[in-house]
């Protein structure tokens, strides 16, 4: 398995504009986790799916940020407008569901945001 | 409202050394803990769990871990750390099933010395 897929792996954006990040989970798993990773606030849990639902979405800092899952395969977190202080690494990961509850998740390389 | 505390930001060792990272949860029933890791420029990768039964549980890459309900911890441990071991450590309790909710700790970064 190709495990899960990010891109861009890399995005540099002026403030203002729109930015989208992707995501494609491990086929079969039925949850999906997007999360922000900085060095001040560390790991945040902005929104995550199940079954391509949005179950909790109660991290998204603001309006400004949006979130999809149109299929089980893809996912997108959009962000308009970007501002600088949403530079950060955004992780997005997947897991099965497991009967005991005890999920592993599964992490993508991440995509590197630079909002100047 | 379940929570996890890393003590320590960072830590330093000697390659050949033991290891042993602190973790402390708070959750009011029996709780789902995991160890994770994060090279550099990379997601985080999954190092062990613990759910029930034994409370001393076996990862990948020689670490381990033991559970201590007593004193609501999660401690990872490593006999002999080796230089790629250098990486940060997140440690995370997680809750429900389904649409699992996974809280992480702040991380402790690892630097090993040769």
């Known amino acids: 398995d190709a495990g899960v897929i990010q891109s861009p792996r890399h995005e540099v954006t002026e403030m203002g504009q729109e930015v989208t990040l992707r995501c494609k989970p491990i086929?079969?798993?039925?949850?999906l986790f997007w999360y922000r990773q900085t060095m001040m606030r560390g790991l945040e849990l902005l929104i995550y799916f199940n079954n391509n639902v949005p179950i909790d979405d109660s991290g998204m800092p603001e309006d400004r940020f949006s979130a999809k899952m149109p299929n089980a395969s893809f996912s997108t977190l959009k962000i308009q407008p970007s501002e600088p202080r949403d530079s950060a690494v955004y992780f997005c990961?997947?897991?099965?569901?497991?009967?005991?509850?005890?999920?592993?998740?599964?992490f993508g390389p991440g995509t590197r945001l630079t909002v100047l | 409202a379940q929570s996890v505390t890393q003590p320590d930001i960072h830590i330093t060792v000697s390659e050949g050394a033991s290891l042993e990272l602190r973790c402390n949860y708070s959750?009011?029933?029996?709780?789902?803990l995991f160890w994770y890791v994060q090279s550099p420029g990379q997601g985080l990768q999954l190092l062990l769990k613990?759910?029930?039964?034994?409370?001393l549980v076996q990862g990948i890459k020689g670490f381990e871990a033991e559970f201590k309900r007593s004193q609501s911890s999660f401690n990872l441990r490593k006999p002999s750390v080796h230089w790629s071991d250098a990486a940060e450590y997140f440690c995370?309790?997680?809750?429900?099933?389904?649409?699992?909710?996974?809280?992480f700790g702040a991380g402790t970064r690892l630097f090993v010395k040769a």
């Open positions: 086929s079969g798993h039925n949850s």
């Open positions: 613990y759910f029930s039964g034994d409370t």
């Open positions: 995370a309790v997680g809750a429900g099933t389904g649409g699992f909710k996974t809280i």
């Open positions: 990961a997947s897991s099965p569901d497991s009967p005991s509850g005890a999920d592993t998740q599964y």
């Open positions: 959750y009011g029933a029996t709780p789902y």
